[in-house]
């Protein structure tokens, strides 16, 4: 088993910049696929950004250019760093892990592993 616990978030005003870390214990996730997800109130849960075991992304449109993940195998955890941040994208943000991580998955049901989430929430 995998278990998963995010830190990181808060509160923030537009424009600002937070690091979410999502450090894994009971396995090491060197060859894991790890994600980030997002569910705003009212909203299904949505994908943010991935990476494989070899260090390739994906990312939303929504986040391209302003968020950037990365993991250090090391320290068993990935990291979802968040620039120019923005009012819509106030969230509860979710780690996730997959045991096969060749390629980056962005759909909820391909990740077994779930983080109990953070809260972050960006002020206009």
């Known amino acids: 088993q995998v278990q998963l616990v995010e830190s990181g978030g808060g509160l923030v005003q537009a424009g600002g910049s937070l690091r979410l870390s999502c450090a894994a214990s009971g396995r090491t996730v060197s060859s894991y696929g790890m994600g980030w997800f997002r569910q705003a109130p009212g909203k299904e849960r949505e994908f943010v950004s991935a990476?494989?075991?070899?260090?390739?992304?994906n990312y939303a449109d929504s986040v391209k250019g302003r968020f950037t993940i990365s993991r250090d195998n090391a320290k068993n955890t990935v990291y979802l760093q968040m620039n120019s941040l923005k009012p819509e994208d106030t969230a509860v943000y979710y780690c996730a892990a997959r045991s096969y991580g060749r390629s980056t998955h962005v759909n909820p049901p391909d990740y077994a592993y779930w983080g109990q989430g953070t809260q972050v929430t960006v002020s206009s």
């Open positions: 990476i494989t075991w070899s260090g390739r992304t």
